[in-house]
């Protein structure tokens, strides 16, 4: 072997040099420092959206039930999965059950036995909001037998971003359905 070929050969071999492998650190790191926070706001987006959907199916399984059973069932706030709360807000968790017509109108308390629960949803967390903007849905809804929403109005979810519309908001009309809107939002 040749001089010349040994020195193809070690180079060849030889890797990076310190200020090759410097400059590949400085494009990563700026790459990183660049990805994270909307990599953070898609996650946040995400918990947001899953909070909506589960709202939204809760809304439409209460009608759909109230329906099918013929007579009111009931969507309220509930902290320990058992009865109703005038306290807090919707991040809390909720329940949907069936009212036994001797109660209808009376919801809050414990259910009484007669009222089956349909579903148990528990505390959202992740740093959400849930609560009504406007109307009367502060801490209940109920459908009667036809589909036709006793309370109407608006609830609002927000995360701990403020401004900048980030925030999502069902409306529920006196039809029964259900709105979703998810631009122009503004959240405290």
């Known amino acids: 072997m040749n001089t010349r070929q040994a020195r193809i050969r ?3 071999w030889q890797g990076f040099t310190l200020v090759e492998l410097m400059i590949a650190l400085v494009v990563a790191v700026i790459l990183v420092v ?13 918990r947001m959206a899953s909070a909506v959907n589960a ?56 259910v009484d036995n007669g009222e089956t629960i349909l579903r148990v949803h528990e505390s959202l967390g992740n740093n959400l909001v849930v609560s009504a903007s406007s109307g009367n849905v502060a801490n209940l809804i109920s459908f009667r037998p ?3 929403p006793v ?20 409306r529920l009309i006196a039809s029964g359905r259900l709105q979703l809107v998810s631009q122009g939002v503004s959240c405290p």
């Open 146 to 148: 036809d589909g036709s």
């Open 151 to 170: 309370q109407t109005g608006n609830i609002k979810v927000c995360d701990d971003r403020t401004g900048n519309s980030v925030g999502r908001e069902l």
């Open 55 to 110: 709202l939204a199916g809760a809304i439409h399984l209460t009608r759909m039930e109230a329906v099918r059973r013929n007579t009111r069932v009931t969507l309220c706030k509930s902290s320990n999965g058992t009865a109703c709360t005038t306290s807090g807000n919707w991040e809390q968790g909720w329940i949907v059950f069936e009212e036994d017509g001797a109660t209808a109108g009376n919801s809050y308390g414990t």
């Open 10 to 12: 070690f180079h060849r």
């Open 34 to 46: 660049i990805a994270i926070p909307s990599f953070s706001n898609i996650v946040r987006d995400n």
